[in-house]
């Protein structure tokens, strides 16, 4: 079964500088990768995914994301935070084969921006 | 307007009441899910159904039971609702797998449900 882990709860940035969320995968296999975000009192809102090709993806609102095979990792990036970009960040699995199209979500990043 | 739809969305409710929670799709998508949301633990798979009358259990399923009488409904009933079942809950829903890779889950905005 695949697995997702998120080593940071928290990271608090300050407006403009860059930023580096965690997500770290357990599967036996490459993984589809996702990424959403949460913002307060809100449902989950896609930001970029991986399913093969170019391993740096590009999502929406200024993120992308790198797949590394050698490290199990698929970290998200943005080069200049912004306050709205304060949220909860999930990273989450699927498997290719099997399963539907059921995914495993991580614990989740709690991003703060100081302006 | 089309989406996905969760009613209500804040629930109190008492030990051992039943407790339906409601959602609804307007994309005809074959796939929905359920999750529950707790501090610590991100989201947990609880259902999900491939297509009506389809059902398959998620990570934590105990306690909860589900249909699919209709391809834009999937209610999440707790029969005798516990305390530990306090959470925010949230439906989503996919199209089908692709040769691409599967379709996007996109989210309702989730139940906060209270049980005293």
């Known amino acids: 079964a695949q697995s997702v882990t998120q080593p940071d709860i928290h990271i608090t940035v300050s407006e403009g500088a860059s930023l580096e969320l965690r997500c770290n995968y357990s599967y036996g296999a490459t993984p589809y990768l996702f990424w959403y975000v949460q913002s307060p009192g809100q449902g989950l809102q896609l930001l970029l995914k991986y399913f093969s090709g170019d391993t740096l993806v590009q999502g929406i609102k200024g993120f992308e994301a790198e797949f590394k095979r050698s490290q199990s990792s698929f970290n998200l990036r943005k080069p200049s935070v912004h306050w709205s970009d304060a949220a909860e960040y999930f990273c989450a699995v699927g498997a290719p084969t099997g399963g539907g199209n059921k995914l495993t979500f991580g614990t989740g990043t709690q991003l703060k921006v100081e302006l | 307007d089309a989406g996905i739809t969760q009613s209500p969305r804040y629930k109190i409710t008492e030990t051992g009441r039943q407790v339906t929670l409601m959602c609804h799709q307007t994309?005809?998508?074959?796939?929905m899910f359920w999750y529950r949301q707790d501090l610590g633990h991100g989201l947990r798979l609880i259902y999900y159904s491939a297509a009506a009358d389809i059902t398959d259990k998620g990570e934590v399923p105990d306690g909860y039971v589900v249909s699919r009488s209709k391809t834009e409904n999937f209610p999440l009933t707790l029969e005798s609702a516990t305390r530990s079942q306090t959470s925010v809950y949230f439906c989503?829903?996919?199209?089908?797998?692709?040769?691409?890779?599967?379709?996007?889950?996109?989210f309702g905005p989730g139940t906060r449900l209270t049980v005293l």
């Open positions: 994309w005809s998508h074959s796939y």
């Open positions: 989503a829903s996919s199209g089908p797998r692709r040769a691409g890779g599967p379709d996007t889950q996109y």
